[in-house]
């Protein structure tokens, strides 16, 4: 894929590459494997991590391939609305922080649940 090759094209540019994982997080459906191959490199595995894990199937699985344990705990800890997030009962109060992608999910989960 394309876009990610870009995304490791772009090695010493943070900033230009946590902005196309953004756009990357808004649109894009990825299997572990892929996002495995992004996170080899261990100055964005971090990045990658935390603004992709809720655009794979098996999250838990990109969590177990963390390069470091560091890179882990940073995953957990950006993701946990996410990964408290219950469907079967939404009921609560969530204070939700739209620039990290995984409550944006959250957010849009949230608004389809509220549609049907």
Do not use: K
């Not at 394309?2 to 990357?24: G, K, T």
């Not at 971090?46 to 705990?73: D, I, K, Q």
């Amino acid at each position: 894929m394309q876009l990610l090759l870009q995304v490791c094209r772009m090695r010493c540019q943070i900033q230009e590459q946590a902005v196309l994982l953004d756009a990357l997080s808004q649109d894009f459906r990825f299997s572990a494997a892929q996002l495995r191959q992004l996170c080899w490199e261990p100055e964005i595995a971090g990045e990658v991590m935390w603004r992709l894990l809720h655009c794979t199937e098996a999250p838990y699985l990109l969590l177990l391939a963390a390069p470091s344990f560091r890179v882990h705990v940073n995953a957990l800890q950006r993701t946990c609305q996410l990964r408290a997030f219950n469907a079967q009962c939404p009921n609560g109060h969530y204070r939700l922080d739209l620039a990290n992608p995984a409550d944006v999910e959250v957010g849009q989960r949230l608004v389809t649940l509220d549609r049907w």
